[in-house]
Protein backbone atom coordinates (compact mmCIF):
# COMPACT_ATOMS: atom_id res chain seq x y z
CA UNK A 1 0.00 0.00 0.00
CA UNK A 2 1.53 3.37 -1.02
CA UNK A 3 1.97 5.45 2.07
CA UNK A 4 0.94 9.08 1.67
CA UNK A 5 2.98 12.21 2.60
CA UNK A 6 1.80 15.68 3.55
CA UNK A 7 4.46 18.69 2.87
CA UNK A 8 3.87 21.87 4.24
CA UNK A 9 6.06 24.83 2.91
CA UNK A 10 5.71 28.44 2.35
CA UNK A 11 8.41 28.31 -0.31
CA UNK A 12 7.46 26.78 -3.51
CA UNK A 13 10.25 26.02 -5.21
CA UNK A 14 11.86 23.83 -2.05
CA UNK A 15 8.18 22.29 -1.72
CA UNK A 16 8.07 21.10 -5.20
CA UNK A 17 12.13 19.95 -5.06
CA UNK A 18 10.76 17.73 -1.63
CA UNK A 19 7.39 16.47 -3.61
CA UNK A 20 10.09 15.44 -6.27
CA UNK A 21 12.24 13.16 -4.36
CA UNK A 22 9.77 12.33 -2.49
CA UNK A 23 7.43 10.65 -5.46
CA UNK A 24 10.55 9.15 -6.74
CA UNK A 25 10.84 7.04 -3.79
CA UNK A 26 7.24 5.61 -4.55
CA UNK A 27 5.34 7.90 -2.26
CA UNK A 28 2.05 9.86 -2.77
CA UNK A 29 2.55 13.63 -1.36
CA UNK A 30 -0.29 15.56 -0.95
CA UNK A 31 1.02 19.64 -0.96
CA UNK A 32 0.44 22.77 0.77
CA UNK A 33 1.45 26.41 0.80
CA UNK A 34 0.33 27.50 4.57
CA UNK A 35 0.12 25.94 8.01
CA UNK A 36 -3.35 26.53 7.40
CA UNK A 37 -4.02 24.74 4.21
CA UNK A 38 -1.89 22.17 5.09
CA UNK A 39 -3.93 21.31 8.47
CA UNK A 40 -7.24 21.47 5.97
CA UNK A 41 -5.40 18.68 4.11
CA UNK A 42 -4.62 16.60 6.84
CA UNK A 43 -8.08 16.15 8.53
CA UNK A 44 -9.25 15.61 4.90
CA UNK A 45 -6.83 13.01 3.50
CA UNK A 46 -5.27 11.81 7.26
CA UNK A 47 -1.84 11.01 5.48
CA UNK A 48 0.41 8.96 7.28
CA UNK A 49 3.51 11.05 7.73
CA UNK A 50 3.86 14.96 7.95
CA UNK A 51 6.41 17.02 6.87
CA UNK A 52 6.56 20.70 7.43
CA UNK A 53 8.72 23.91 7.25
CA UNK A 54 8.99 25.47 11.06
CA UNK A 55 9.08 28.83 9.68
CA UNK A 56 6.09 30.06 7.71
CA UNK A 57 4.25 33.53 7.64
CA UNK A 58 0.45 32.51 9.01
CA UNK A 59 0.37 29.43 10.95
CA UNK A 60 3.80 28.20 11.98
CA UNK A 61 5.60 24.38 12.00
CA UNK A 62 4.97 24.58 15.50
CA UNK A 63 1.44 24.94 15.56
CA UNK A 64 0.67 22.66 12.94
CA UNK A 65 3.04 19.99 15.45
CA UNK A 66 0.65 20.66 18.16
CA UNK A 67 -2.62 20.52 16.15
CA UNK A 68 -1.59 17.39 13.99
CA UNK A 69 -0.67 16.06 17.73
CA UNK A 70 -3.66 16.98 19.40
CA UNK A 71 -5.96 15.56 16.45
CA UNK A 72 -3.67 11.91 15.89
CA UNK A 73 -1.16 11.43 18.34
CA UNK A 74 0.07 8.63 16.61
CA UNK A 75 1.06 10.81 13.19
CA UNK A 76 4.67 11.39 13.00
CA UNK A 77 5.94 14.62 12.09
CA UNK A 78 9.19 15.84 11.22
CA UNK A 79 10.50 19.16 10.90
CA UNK A 80 12.28 21.01 8.50
CA UNK A 81 14.46 24.42 9.49
CA UNK A 82 17.04 26.51 8.69
CA UNK A 83 21.44 24.85 9.36
CA UNK A 84 21.43 28.11 12.01
CA UNK A 85 18.40 26.81 13.57
CA UNK A 86 18.55 23.22 15.20
CA UNK A 87 18.41 23.99 19.09
CA UNK A 88 14.76 24.98 17.68
CA UNK A 89 13.92 21.75 16.05
CA UNK A 90 15.12 20.30 19.29
CA UNK A 91 12.43 22.16 20.96
CA UNK A 92 10.14 21.00 18.25
CA UNK A 93 11.57 17.27 19.07
CA UNK A 94 10.62 18.02 22.45
CA UNK A 95 6.83 18.98 21.90
CA UNK A 96 6.48 15.35 19.90
CA UNK A 97 8.32 15.84 16.20
CA UNK A 98 9.71 12.55 15.48
CA UNK A 99 12.77 14.04 13.42
CA UNK A 100 13.85 17.12 11.45
CA UNK A 101 16.54 18.06 8.45
CA UNK A 102 18.02 21.00 7.53
CA UNK A 103 18.13 23.46 4.66
CA UNK A 104 20.02 23.18 2.28
CA UNK A 105 18.32 19.42 2.30
CA UNK A 106 20.66 16.33 1.38
CA UNK A 107 18.32 13.69 -0.61
CA UNK A 108 19.91 10.67 1.39
CA UNK A 109 19.46 12.29 4.53
CA UNK A 110 15.54 12.90 4.02
CA UNK A 111 15.04 9.70 2.46
CA UNK A 112 16.57 7.54 5.56
CA UNK A 113 14.54 10.06 8.08
CA UNK A 114 11.07 9.80 6.31
CA UNK A 115 12.17 5.81 5.73
CA UNK A 116 12.58 4.98 9.31
CA UNK A 117 9.70 7.22 10.50
CA UNK A 118 7.43 5.30 7.84
CA UNK A 119 8.77 1.85 9.74
CA UNK A 120 8.19 2.84 13.28
CA UNK A 121 4.19 4.30 12.34
CA UNK A 122 3.92 0.77 11.06
CA UNK A 123 5.23 -0.81 13.49
CA UNK A 124 2.90 1.45 15.87
CA UNK A 125 -0.08 0.15 14.35
CA UNK A 126 0.66 -3.38 13.90
CA UNK A 127 1.71 -2.91 18.06
CA UNK A 128 -2.02 -0.99 18.79
CA UNK A 129 -3.71 -4.07 15.96
CA UNK A 130 -2.76 -6.54 18.04
CA UNK A 131 -3.08 -5.21 21.28
CA UNK A 132 -6.80 -4.46 20.52
CA UNK A 133 -7.19 -8.26 18.96
CA UNK A 134 -5.29 -9.36 22.60
CA UNK A 135 -8.27 -7.48 24.61
CA UNK A 136 -11.06 -8.46 22.61
CA UNK A 137 -10.22 -12.34 23.96
CA UNK A 138 -11.19 -12.31 27.31
CA UNK A 139 -13.30 -15.58 27.42
CA UNK A 140 -9.31 -17.03 26.52
CA UNK A 141 -7.34 -14.11 27.88
CA UNK A 142 -4.58 -16.70 28.43
CA UNK A 143 -4.71 -18.53 25.50
CA UNK A 144 -3.29 -16.37 22.40
CA UNK A 145 -4.16 -17.38 18.71
CA UNK A 146 -5.99 -16.34 15.46
CA UNK A 147 -4.81 -18.66 13.20
CA UNK A 148 -7.20 -21.24 11.94
CA UNK A 149 -6.26 -24.02 13.77
CA UNK A 150 -6.62 -22.15 17.09
CA UNK A 151 -9.68 -21.23 16.06
CA UNK A 152 -10.49 -24.50 15.61
CA UNK A 153 -9.57 -25.11 19.03
CA UNK A 154 -11.59 -22.06 20.97
CA UNK A 155 -14.48 -23.68 18.62
CA UNK A 156 -14.18 -26.89 20.40
CA UNK A 157 -13.64 -25.64 23.80
CA UNK A 158 -16.78 -23.86 23.69
CA UNK A 159 -18.97 -26.33 22.37
CA UNK A 160 -17.85 -29.20 24.91
CA UNK A 161 -16.81 -26.63 28.16
CA UNK A 162 -20.15 -26.78 29.62
CA UNK A 163 -20.83 -30.55 29.46
CA UNK A 164 -19.81 -33.53 31.70
CA UNK A 165 -17.77 -34.98 28.90
CA UNK A 166 -13.85 -36.19 29.82
CA UNK A 167 -11.62 -35.14 27.41
CA UNK A 168 -7.94 -35.89 26.34
CA UNK A 169 -5.85 -33.04 25.16
CA UNK A 170 -2.91 -33.94 22.73
CA UNK A 171 -0.35 -31.85 21.48
CA UNK A 172 3.41 -31.19 21.77
CA UNK A 173 5.21 -30.81 25.07
CA UNK A 174 4.63 -26.75 25.69
CA UNK A 175 1.46 -26.32 23.89
CA UNK A 176 0.00 -24.89 26.07
CA UNK A 177 -2.54 -28.22 27.21
CA UNK A 178 -2.92 -27.05 30.64
CA UNK A 179 -4.58 -23.62 29.87
CA UNK A 180 -7.02 -25.01 27.55
CA UNK A 181 -7.81 -27.48 30.32
CA UNK A 182 -8.60 -24.12 32.33
CA UNK A 183 -10.26 -22.61 30.14
CA UNK A 184 -12.27 -25.85 29.96
CA UNK A 185 -13.21 -25.74 33.37
CA UNK A 186 -13.87 -21.96 33.69
CA UNK A 187 -16.06 -21.79 30.61
CA UNK A 188 -18.00 -24.27 32.63
CA UNK A 189 -20.72 -25.00 34.67
CA UNK A 190 -17.89 -25.87 37.60
CA UNK A 191 -16.40 -22.58 37.56
CA UNK A 192 -17.01 -21.77 41.01
CA UNK A 193 -15.55 -25.08 42.27
CA UNK A 194 -11.31 -26.00 42.03
CA UNK A 195 -9.45 -27.02 39.30
CA UNK A 196 -6.34 -29.27 40.45
CA UNK A 197 -4.13 -30.14 38.37
CA UNK A 198 -1.49 -32.86 38.65
CA UNK A 199 1.73 -34.07 36.85
CA UNK A 200 0.62 -38.21 36.73
CA UNK A 201 4.58 -38.53 35.42
CA UNK A 202 6.12 -36.19 38.40
CA UNK A 203 4.79 -38.71 41.52
CA UNK A 204 6.43 -41.72 42.36
CA UNK A 205 4.18 -44.87 41.00
CA UNK A 206 4.44 -46.13 44.78
CA UNK A 207 2.88 -42.43 46.36
CA UNK A 208 0.78 -41.97 42.72
CA UNK A 209 -2.36 -43.41 44.47
CA UNK A 210 -1.92 -41.91 47.63
CA UNK A 211 -1.78 -38.77 45.73
CA UNK A 212 -5.22 -39.19 43.80
CA UNK A 213 -7.80 -41.25 46.01
CA UNK A 214 -6.03 -40.22 49.59
CA UNK A 215 -5.56 -42.62 52.74
CA UNK A 216 -6.17 -43.41 56.12
CA UNK A 217 -4.01 -43.89 59.08
CA UNK A 218 -1.85 -45.92 59.31
CA UNK A 219 -2.19 -47.49 55.67
CA UNK A 220 1.51 -47.01 55.31
CA UNK A 221 4.87 -46.16 56.94
CA UNK A 222 4.80 -42.43 57.33
CA UNK A 223 0.47 -41.94 56.76
CA UNK A 224 0.45 -40.40 60.27
CA UNK A 225 -3.11 -39.24 59.74
CA UNK A 226 -6.35 -39.54 56.92
CA UNK A 227 -4.84 -37.60 54.42
CA UNK A 228 -8.07 -36.49 51.32
CA UNK A 229 -6.71 -37.31 47.62
CA UNK A 230 -6.95 -35.01 44.66
CA UNK A 231 -9.72 -36.38 43.80
CA UNK A 232 -11.86 -35.29 47.00
CA UNK A 233 -10.32 -32.09 46.91
CA UNK A 234 -11.82 -31.57 43.33
CA UNK A 235 -15.15 -32.49 44.44
CA UNK A 236 -17.50 -30.42 42.52
CA UNK A 237 -14.41 -29.09 40.14
CA UNK A 238 -12.02 -30.32 37.62
CA UNK A 239 -9.38 -32.81 37.65
CA UNK A 240 -6.44 -32.40 34.96
CA UNK A 241 -4.41 -35.05 34.50
CA UNK A 242 -1.38 -34.11 32.91
CA UNK A 243 1.11 -36.70 31.12
CA UNK A 244 -1.49 -39.51 31.76
CA UNK A 245 -0.24 -41.98 29.20
CA UNK A 246 2.79 -42.01 32.12
CA UNK A 247 0.25 -43.49 34.12
CA UNK A 248 1.49 -46.81 35.75
CA UNK A 249 -0.43 -49.80 34.64
CA UNK A 250 -1.26 -51.11 38.31
CA UNK A 251 -3.30 -47.36 38.83
CA UNK A 252 -5.43 -47.32 35.16
CA UNK A 253 -8.37 -49.81 36.75
CA UNK A 254 -8.67 -47.40 39.49
CA UNK A 255 -8.64 -44.50 37.63
CA UNK A 256 -11.13 -46.54 35.15
CA UNK A 257 -13.32 -47.07 38.26
CA UNK A 258 -13.62 -43.89 39.11
CA UNK A 259 -14.77 -42.73 35.63
CA UNK A 260 -17.07 -45.83 35.23
CA UNK A 261 -18.45 -45.69 39.23
CA UNK A 262 -17.97 -41.39 39.88
CA UNK A 263 -16.24 -42.63 43.51
CA UNK A 264 -13.04 -43.07 45.09
CA UNK A 265 -11.47 -45.67 47.56
CA UNK A 266 -8.54 -44.67 50.08
CA UNK A 267 -5.52 -46.45 50.40
CA UNK A 268 -6.34 -48.47 53.38
CA UNK A 269 -9.67 -47.96 53.48
CA UNK A 270 -12.82 -50.14 53.43
CA UNK A 271 -15.28 -47.32 52.58
CA UNK A 272 -16.17 -45.76 49.37
CA UNK A 273 -16.47 -42.23 48.69
CA UNK A 274 -19.07 -40.61 46.14
CA UNK A 275 -17.47 -37.66 44.39
CA UNK A 276 -18.57 -35.31 41.42
CA UNK A 277 -15.48 -34.73 39.52
CA UNK A 278 -15.21 -33.69 35.71
CA UNK A 279 -12.01 -35.24 34.18
CA UNK A 280 -9.37 -33.19 31.24
CA UNK A 281 -6.73 -35.75 30.65
CA UNK A 282 -3.44 -34.68 28.44
CA UNK A 283 -0.35 -37.20 27.12
CA UNK A 284 2.27 -35.02 24.18
CA UNK A 285 2.90 -38.98 23.49
CA UNK A 286 1.30 -41.05 20.77
CA UNK A 287 -1.75 -42.76 23.11
CA UNK A 288 -2.79 -45.19 20.22
CA UNK A 289 1.09 -46.57 20.16
CA UNK A 290 0.81 -46.66 23.68
CA UNK A 291 -2.27 -48.71 23.79
CA UNK A 292 -1.06 -50.94 20.82
CA UNK A 293 2.75 -51.74 22.65
CA UNK A 294 -0.14 -52.44 25.86
CA UNK A 295 1.42 -49.50 27.73
CA UNK A 296 -2.14 -48.37 28.18
CA UNK A 297 -5.38 -49.59 28.55
CA UNK A 298 -7.59 -49.60 25.57
CA UNK A 299 -10.69 -49.01 27.68
CA UNK A 300 -9.31 -46.28 29.43
CA UNK A 301 -8.13 -44.62 26.35
CA UNK A 302 -11.86 -44.23 24.87
CA UNK A 303 -13.39 -43.03 28.59
CA UNK A 304 -10.83 -40.76 28.26
CA UNK A 305 -11.30 -39.73 24.77
CA UNK A 306 -15.40 -39.43 24.85
CA UNK A 307 -13.76 -35.56 23.33
CA UNK A 308 -10.46 -35.78 21.64
CA UNK A 309 -9.04 -31.99 21.30
CA UNK A 310 -5.72 -31.89 19.52
CA UNK A 311 -3.29 -28.72 20.26
CA UNK A 312 -1.02 -27.55 17.33
CA UNK A 313 2.52 -26.94 17.21
CA UNK A 314 4.08 -23.39 17.17
CA UNK A 315 5.08 -24.21 13.87
CA UNK A 316 1.42 -24.91 12.48
CA UNK A 317 0.55 -21.40 13.89
CA UNK A 318 2.97 -19.19 12.75
CA UNK A 319 0.96 -16.70 12.38
CA UNK A 320 -0.37 -16.48 15.88
CA UNK A 321 3.43 -15.50 16.65
CA UNK A 322 2.72 -11.68 16.33
CA UNK A 323 0.30 -11.77 18.71
CA UNK A 324 2.26 -14.24 21.10
CA UNK A 325 5.11 -11.81 21.21
CA UNK A 326 3.06 -8.93 22.40
CA UNK A 327 1.46 -11.03 25.34
CA UNK A 328 4.55 -12.31 26.13
CA UNK A 329 6.44 -8.76 25.96
CA UNK A 330 3.30 -7.23 27.89
CA UNK A 331 3.84 -9.82 30.34
CA UNK A 332 7.18 -8.94 31.30
CA UNK A 333 6.65 -5.14 31.79
CA UNK A 334 6.75 -3.97 28.21
CA UNK A 335 3.87 -3.54 26.51
CA UNK A 336 5.62 -0.67 24.34
CA UNK A 337 8.23 -3.11 22.88
CA UNK A 338 7.85 -3.46 18.87
CA UNK A 339 9.58 -5.92 16.71
CA UNK A 340 10.80 -4.98 13.65
CA UNK A 341 9.29 -6.70 10.45
CA UNK A 342 12.99 -8.80 9.85
CA UNK A 343 12.82 -9.84 13.47
CA UNK A 344 9.37 -11.62 12.80
CA UNK A 345 10.41 -13.30 9.87
CA UNK A 346 13.48 -15.04 11.38
CA UNK A 347 10.51 -16.10 14.21
CA UNK A 348 8.63 -16.90 11.82
CA UNK A 349 11.36 -19.33 9.98
CA UNK A 350 12.84 -21.17 13.01
CA UNK A 351 10.92 -24.65 13.90
CA UNK A 352 10.55 -23.88 18.11
CA UNK A 353 10.62 -27.22 19.12
CA UNK A 354 9.65 -25.81 22.30
CA UNK A 355 6.74 -24.31 20.79
CA UNK A 356 4.93 -21.49 23.15
CA UNK A 357 6.79 -22.28 26.36
CA UNK A 358 10.17 -21.76 24.57
CA UNK A 359 8.81 -18.59 22.59
CA UNK A 360 7.65 -16.80 25.92
CA UNK A 361 11.02 -17.54 27.62
CA UNK A 362 12.89 -16.41 25.12
CA UNK A 363 10.79 -13.53 24.98
CA UNK A 364 11.18 -12.90 28.87
CA UNK A 365 15.17 -13.05 28.39
CA UNK A 366 15.06 -10.74 25.35
CA UNK A 367 13.34 -7.97 27.67
CA UNK A 368 15.36 -8.00 30.63
CA UNK A 369 18.41 -7.83 28.56
CA UNK A 370 17.14 -5.52 25.62
CA UNK A 371 18.41 -1.99 25.08
CA UNK A 372 15.87 -0.22 23.06
CA UNK A 373 12.27 -0.51 22.46
CA UNK A 374 12.41 -2.12 18.84
CA UNK A 375 13.38 -5.42 18.79
CA UNK A 376 16.16 -5.77 15.69
CA UNK A 377 17.22 -9.47 14.47
CA UNK A 378 20.35 -8.66 15.86
CA UNK A 379 18.45 -8.98 19.32
CA UNK A 380 17.60 -12.46 18.77
CA UNK A 381 19.13 -15.43 20.27
CA UNK A 382 22.42 -17.20 18.19
CA UNK A 383 20.52 -20.17 17.45
CA UNK A 384 17.79 -18.67 16.04
CA UNK A 385 20.02 -16.15 13.87
CA UNK A 386 22.15 -19.19 12.86
CA UNK A 387 18.86 -21.40 11.99
CA UNK A 388 18.21 -18.15 9.27
CA UNK A 389 21.82 -17.89 8.17
CA UNK A 390 21.32 -21.59 6.65
CA UNK A 391 18.08 -21.59 5.94
CA UNK A 392 17.74 -23.64 2.83
CA UNK A 393 21.08 -25.28 3.05
CA UNK A 394 21.36 -27.09 6.29
CA UNK A 395 23.87 -30.25 5.75
CA UNK A 396 21.42 -32.92 7.17
CA UNK A 397 24.04 -35.69 6.71
CA UNK A 398 27.13 -36.40 5.64
CA UNK A 399 27.33 -38.90 2.24
CA UNK A 400 30.34 -41.55 1.83
CA UNK A 401 31.94 -41.09 -1.30
CA UNK A 402 30.94 -44.90 -2.43
CA UNK A 403 27.46 -43.76 -2.41
CA UNK A 404 24.61 -44.45 0.05
CA UNK A 405 21.38 -46.16 -0.83
CA UNK A 406 18.23 -43.37 -0.78
CA UNK A 407 16.09 -46.12 0.95
CA UNK A 408 18.26 -47.12 4.01
CA UNK A 409 18.77 -42.67 4.33
CA UNK A 410 14.96 -42.31 3.79
CA UNK A 411 14.43 -45.04 6.70
CA UNK A 412 16.89 -43.14 9.42
CA UNK A 413 15.67 -39.73 8.87
CA UNK A 414 12.19 -41.17 9.56
CA UNK A 415 13.14 -43.51 12.65
CA UNK A 416 15.35 -40.17 13.54
CA UNK A 417 12.48 -37.97 13.57
CA UNK A 418 10.39 -40.66 15.31
CA UNK A 419 12.55 -40.23 18.17
CA UNK A 420 12.63 -36.85 18.54
CA UNK A 421 9.02 -36.42 18.68
CA UNK A 422 9.05 -39.53 21.36
CA UNK A 423 7.68 -41.74 18.64
CA UNK A 424 4.37 -39.36 18.45
CA UNK A 425 3.28 -39.83 13.99
CA UNK A 426 1.64 -36.99 14.09
CA UNK A 427 4.66 -34.24 15.45
CA UNK A 428 6.57 -36.70 13.28
CA UNK A 429 4.90 -36.02 10.18
CA UNK A 430 4.69 -32.27 10.96
CA UNK A 431 8.38 -32.30 11.56
CA UNK A 432 9.06 -33.63 8.61
CA UNK A 433 6.64 -31.77 6.63
CA UNK A 434 4.84 -34.65 4.67
CA UNK A 435 0.89 -35.69 5.74
CA UNK A 436 0.69 -38.51 8.84
CA UNK A 437 -0.64 -40.97 6.03
CA UNK A 438 2.51 -40.58 3.85
CA UNK A 439 4.39 -41.04 7.06
CA UNK A 440 2.25 -43.96 7.87
CA UNK A 441 3.19 -45.94 4.23
CA UNK A 442 6.87 -45.04 5.23
CA UNK A 443 6.93 -46.97 8.02
CA UNK A 444 5.08 -49.75 6.93
CA UNK A 445 7.31 -49.56 3.90
CA UNK A 446 10.38 -50.21 5.53
CA UNK A 447 9.03 -51.94 8.58
CA UNK A 448 9.50 -49.42 11.07
CA UNK A 449 8.07 -50.12 14.76
CA UNK A 450 8.15 -48.59 17.91
CA UNK A 451 10.39 -49.91 20.61
CA UNK A 452 7.61 -49.75 23.10
CA UNK A 453 5.38 -51.84 20.86
CA UNK A 454 4.93 -55.73 22.08
CA UNK A 455 6.47 -57.50 19.59
Same mark, same amino acid.
Given at each position: ? /? ?71 ? /? ?73 ? $? ?45 ? @? ?22 ? /? ?11 ? @? ?15 ? $? ?79 ? @? ?9 ? /?????? @? ?15 ? $? ?18 ? $? ?69
Amino acid at each position: M /TKRILVIDDDNSFRRVLEYNLQEEGYEVLSASSGEDGLVLFEEQHPELVITDMKMSGISGFDVLKAVKKQSPD /TLVIIITAFGAVDKAVKAMKLGAYDYVTKPMNRDELKLVVQKALQLSNLSTENKDLKQRLENRDEFKNIIGISEA $MTEVFSLVRKVADTEATILITGESGTGKELVARAIHEQSSRRGSRFI @AINCAAIPGNLLESELFGHVKGAF /TGAIRDQQGKFQQ @ADGGTIFLDEVCDLPLE $MQPKLLRVLQEKEVEQVGGAITQKIDVRIVAATNLDIEDAVAAGRFREDLYYRLSVIPLHLPSLRERQEDIPLLLRHFAAK @AGCPHVVFAKE /TLEALR @AYPWPGNVRELENMVTR $MMILREKDIIGIDDLPKKIL $MQQKHEGQTVVVDLPPEGYSLEQLEREIVTKALEQNNWNKSAAATFLKIPRHVLLYRLEKYGIVSPFKKQ
